[in-house]
Every structure is written in C-alpha cells, then in structure tokens.
C-alpha cells in the first residue's frame, strides 16, 4: 500500500485509478469486516473513518444498534481540515459500541479480524481502522482513543497510532464517550504519515469549548537527530507478557543505539488508573449517552407512553457492555456514592497527573508498553475484568491528558505484533514525533 505522503502526491487521474483498485480490494476482503460500508467522498486521498466521527450525509452508528438510520447533518471538524488538506473521507470502519471495549466484538455489525491472524481480535475501540490499515486496505485511518482505543488496536495490528494532546483535535462531529478524556488521532503505516496527518487534523476549533485553541505544527524531518532522554520502567513492565518484556528490552537497546539516554523511573500501580479510569469514563458516558432516547437521534422503539418508548429504545438499541457502563456510571454519580467513587477518581486523576509531570521535569520521553499482550484470541477477554485490566498500559495517559504514540517494534514467534509507546508531555508532539521516528528506524520492523 502506497503511503499518506505518496499518495498526496498523486495526480487527480491516478488517484482515481488508485480508489477504484482499493474498492475492488475492500470487496475481496469482505471477510476482515474492518469496512462497514465505502461510500467515497470527494476528489481526495481515501482516508477510512472510524463510524463515531460525522460525515455529512453519511449513516454514522458508534457501532451500535440504537443509531441505525441516523444520518450526519453536518461534517466533523477534522473531516472539513481533511477535505481543505486534499483528503477525502472513503469508508466508514467498524469500532466497538459507543468506543466501549478493547476488541471491536462489541459492534452491532459483528467483529472484525486481525490482519495477522484471523482468529484473534483487531484490538479497540477503533479495530475496524486498525485492520483496514494493517491489511492494507487504507492508506491511513482515524480513530479515536478514550482510554487506548487507538494505540493498542494499532500496537495488535503492526500499524502507528498516535492519540494527541487533549485539547489539540477539536471534538466537533465525533461521539462523545468520556468527553474529558476523548481524542481524535491518526492510524497510519508509518510515523511520518501520523505525523502529516496530525498536523492536518489538529489545531484551534471555536466549536470545541475544550479545544486548546492552539495551531502550531510538528514538522516530521526524517532527518532529525535530535538526542533525548527517555525514561523506562522496569517494575511497571513487570506485569507484562514475555511477548512484550522483549519487545521493550529490544526497544532500550534500539534507543541507546540510536544516541538516546536512557533513564530508569517508577510509576504508581496501574490498579489505580484502572479504577480511577473506569469511575470517570462510565461517569461521564451515562451522562452523553443520556441522549439516546428514541425521540432525537437514529431507532426507536414505540412505547404505550413516553417512559415506555424510552424504556423499550435504550433496552433494545444498547447492548451489554454500553447497558453495564450506563449501570456503573450512575452507580458512581449517585447521592452517597458520589464523594466515595466519583470524587475520589478525580483525586486519583490529579496524583497521576502529578507523577507524570514529575517524571518529565527531567526527560524528554516516557517508553512503556500499550498492552499487556499480543492481541487476544476472539472471547478470550469475554469475561468484563478481564478487558478492563487489559487496559492498564493505556489509560493513564488519557487521564493525565497526554499525547502518546504507538508503533509496532517486532513480531513474536506467532508471527504476531508487538507494539510499544512513547508518551510526551502536553504539546509535546514534536518530541514525541523525534522520538518515534528515530525508534521507528532503528528497529526496522518489517510488516
Ligand atoms: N478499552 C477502553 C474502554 O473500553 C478504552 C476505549 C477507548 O479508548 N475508546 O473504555
């Protein structure tokens, strides 16, 4: 698959050439199911959508079945600086129901296989992104990542992802989860790439209340040789898998010999992110989900009365997870609960905050795993625990408010992907592309 910066540099005649082969090629990948639908717009370069980010006039469902027959009444901001970039939206790609899980089999339009392995999971939220890239049938993908949601299905699939800053994407047009902790990313073949399509989507949205209204660019010079010091974290690996513990012993010697300094630090344990991390996400998606009644947006149920039609929408147009979430989030925000859970998850929020930002008082990059394993077989992580504690690598970094990118490093002897991240303070993506692109080269990954 040719790259983001090749095919910007593809006459109209070719391009149009080129999408019709990449039409044809999606079709004979039916069985992937990383495409819902393809539904070309525009002259531009085909860029895949995960299906909670507006298209106009586009079906858009957050994968799930209470959105069916919803059609986008306007675009999204990163579509509209997509379009303005020479871009085009090409498809809408499968995610889990409201960007709830971690293996895309929470989606109302079944799952979708990992290009590596047809028998495991793609990785989520945004594995219907993840697979089309990793598999070659999109030139670059977004996503969207509220707790991992674009770094580990990119880590599972062998492909670059990259969750900016929060504040730096504007949230216009995209299906809110955890609103304070959402964030649109890039999902590419490479770091350059991510790094050209972040510059193309971020920047200042009036839209946004959240936005961080700032418009300075990262330049990806391949050419940098910027030396860093990076910090790694020996006990907080500990939990890992072997798959991954050598994937990052093989990463701090790739770093060293690219001219790094490397640095040893310690993190609080991850069992606290988990918690503080589910409190606040669930807390706020039963807030946004609260919309989904049956009277504004996509399905509805008719009831003998208005409860009843509110009842019989949200029973039926929800599944399990996004039902249990909505479950635990008003749990958590009820009176005599609030201050125990929901305030104290917060607290949590504001010491891990503070341990990031001591820990990059004195290094320029943090490297640390994106998940504890390869990606999973299908119902493997079946049971709710299982999935939530798979999380733990991920989630901090949203609750600190981050930017983070995940790159593949290796591949294990199942001939299966192993990815790493670099995190980097706020508005640090220039460093953090520095960083990745130097990893990026040193280890060589084959794909
Ligand atoms: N797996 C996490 C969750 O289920 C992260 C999801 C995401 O980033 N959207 O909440």
Known sequence: MITLKEALKLSKAELNNFKEELAKKIEANKDLNAYIDVNNVGEGVPIAIKDNIQVKDWSVTSGSKILQGYIAPYNATVIEKMLDAGLSPFGRVNMD??????????????????????????????????????????????????????????????????????????????????????????????????????????????????????????????????????????????????????????????????????????????????????????AEATTNLGRYDGIRYGNRVEGKNLEETYYLTRSEGFGDEVKRRILLGNFVLSSGYYEAYYVKAQKTRHLIKDEYAKIFEEVDLILSP???????????????????????????????????????????SDGMPVGLQLIAKAYDEQTLFDGALSLEREVAYKA
């Open 97 to 282: 129901e409201f960007a709830m899980g971690s293996t895309t089999e929470s989606s109302f339009y079944g799952k979708t296989q990992n290009p590596h392995a047809g028998d495991r999971v793609p990785g989520g939220s945004s594995g219907g992104s993840a697979a089309a890239v990793g598999a070659g049938l999109a030139v670059a993908a977004l996503g969207s990542d509220t707790g991992g949601s674009i770094r580990q299905p990119a880590a599972y699939c062998g492909i670059v992802g990259m969750k900016p800053t929060y504040g730096r994407v504007s949230r216009y047009g995209l299906g809110a989860y955890a609103s304070s902790l959402d964030q649109i990313g890039p999902m590419t073949q490479n770091v350059e790439d991510a790094a050209i399509l972040y510059d193309i989507i971020s920047g200042s949205d009036a839209k946004d209340s959240t936005n961080a209204m700032r418009d300075d660019k990262v330049t990806p010079n391949l050419d940098a040789d910027r030396k860093l010091t990076i910090a790694v974290l020996p006990k907080y690996v500990e939990n890992a898998s072997q798959d991954v513990k050598d994937a990052y012993a093989q990463a701090i010697e790739a770093l060293k010999a690219a001219g790094h300094t490397i640095v040893e630090r310690e993190m609080m344990d991850a069992k606290y992110d988990i918690s503080a991390y589910y409190i606040t996400a669930t």
């Open 370 to 412: 994106v998940a504890p394993t390869v990606a999973p077989k299908f119902g493997e992580l079946a049971n709710p625990m299982d999935m939530y504690l798979s999380d733990i690598y991920t989630i901090s970094v949203n609750l600190a408010g981050l930017p983070a990118l995940s790159l593949p490093i290796t591949k294990n």
